[in-house]
Nanobody
Framework: EVQLQASGGGLVQAGGSLRLSCAAS????????IGWYRQAPGKEREGISC????????FYADSVKGRFTISTDNAKNMVSLEMNNLTPEDTGIYYC??????????????????????????WGQGTQVTVSS
């Protein structure tokens, strides 16, 4: 059974950093695509980053490009999202999702970043990120 567990959220001051983890079980990440999404109160869910492990391609939404980094640790079967220079606008519940080999997992946006596609496979429970001003 494909399962995902997101963790690492918390409360941080503006300008701070957090590292989220998405632990995968029931499958290995080798040819799977993992996406990170977030939902702020009163707002629609936003795709913020994805990685396709079959070719190691990574993509970022305009809102996080240059501040967030997605990576895979194959030994731990885990995908991490390093988040730096956080702002209150980054507050929300963060989710990870998996689907088999979605390439590309994003399409170009008009502002230089990417629009992260919604993966239609398994989703994990979210982890809360709160950034105080």
């Amino acid at each position: 059974e494909v399962q995902l567990q997101a963790s690492g959220g918390g409360l941080v001051q503006a300008g701070g950093s957090l590292r989220l983890s998405c632990a995968a079980s029931g499958f290995t990440l080798d040819d799977w695509t993992i996406g990170w999404y977030r939902q702020a109160p009163g707002k629609e869910r936003e795709g913020i980053s994805c990685i396709s492990n079959s070719d190691s391609s990574t993509f970022y939404a305009d809102s996080v490009k240059g501040r967030f980094t997605i990576s895979t640790d194959n030994a731990k079967n885990m995908v991490s999202l390093e988040m730096n220079n956080l702002t209150p606008e980054d507050t929300g519940i963060y989710y990870c999702a998996a689907d088999r080999d979605v390439r590309p997992c994003a399409i170009p946006s008009t502002r230089g970043g990417s629009y992260i596609l919604t993966l239609r496979g398994s989703w994990g429970q979210g982890t809360q990120v709160t950034v105080s001003s």
